[in-house]
């Protein structure tokens, strides 16, 4: 089977982008990273590409707003980079950016986004710690993180995997941040393997 190309969205950290990276060359993955773009300059997530001889682009918004040009214009030059690496897949991995029909209309159903949390609970930016705390108020009783389809409402796609995380009572943030880390490692290497090894995408 050909290998299917892989673009990934990051803004941060990249650890999710490297367990991608790990699964493609250990042959875990029948898929290759053919490059990654960030929104914020300082991502490690960048360095961590280059070390691998990935493309890595760093695209900010900020030039955009400068010139008074739209989010939208934004996403639809976005759209027209990430399109020169012909992708398979688009996955956005801790991207920080809430992307417009620009970006999603011309790859629907070919982005999908890891979230920290589960379906339909604490869609949008610190969803551990919005967790945690809703454990703290006795609100929840687990957390969870998921894979889903990217549309127009954030973080409200149709879920392709998904996976609880506990939460205990002694833990700290970080506990919680640690033990959500690791499931999704394996969450998104999962869900990618089954879209890449199926029908889904083309
Ligand atoms: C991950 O926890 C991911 O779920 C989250 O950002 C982190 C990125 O970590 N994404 C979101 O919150 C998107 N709404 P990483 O940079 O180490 O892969």
Redesign the pocket.
């Known amino acids: 089977m050909a290998k299917k190309q892989l673009v990934v969205l ?10 991608i990276i790990d699964a493609c060359q250990a042959g875990d993955l029948p898929a290759q990273v053919v490059a990654v773009f960030s929104n914020r300059k300082s ?3 960048l360095e961590r590409a280059r070390r691998h001889g990935i493309p890595a682009e760093y695209f900010p918004l900020k030039p955009y707003r400068n010139m008074g040009r739209s989010r939208e214009e934004y996403d639809a030059d976005l759209a027209t980079r990430v399109a020169a690496y012909e992708p398979d897949l688009i996955v ?5 950016h809430v992307l417009s029909s620009a970006f999603i209309h011309p790859f629907r159903g070919q982005i999908i ?4 949390a589960l379906p339909r609970t604490f ?6 710690r919005h967790a945690y705390e809703a454990f703290q108020r006795g609100e929840i009783r687990h957390t969870g ?1 998921m894979v889903h389809y990217v549309v127009e409402e ?2 409200a796609g149709e879920p392709i995997a998904q996976a609880v995380v506990p939460i205990y009572p002694g833990d700290s943030l970080a506990d919680l ?1 640690a033990r ?2 690791e499931t ?1 490692h394996q969450l998104l290497i999962q869900a990618i393997r089954r879209l890449v090894e199926g029908q889904e995408i083309s």
């Open positions: 990051i803004s941060g950290y990249g650890s999710n982008l490297q367990a991502a490690y997530g956005l991995a801790g991207w920080m986004n890891l979230h920290p869609p949008g930016t610190d969803a551990i993180c954030v973080d941040e959500m880390h999704e």
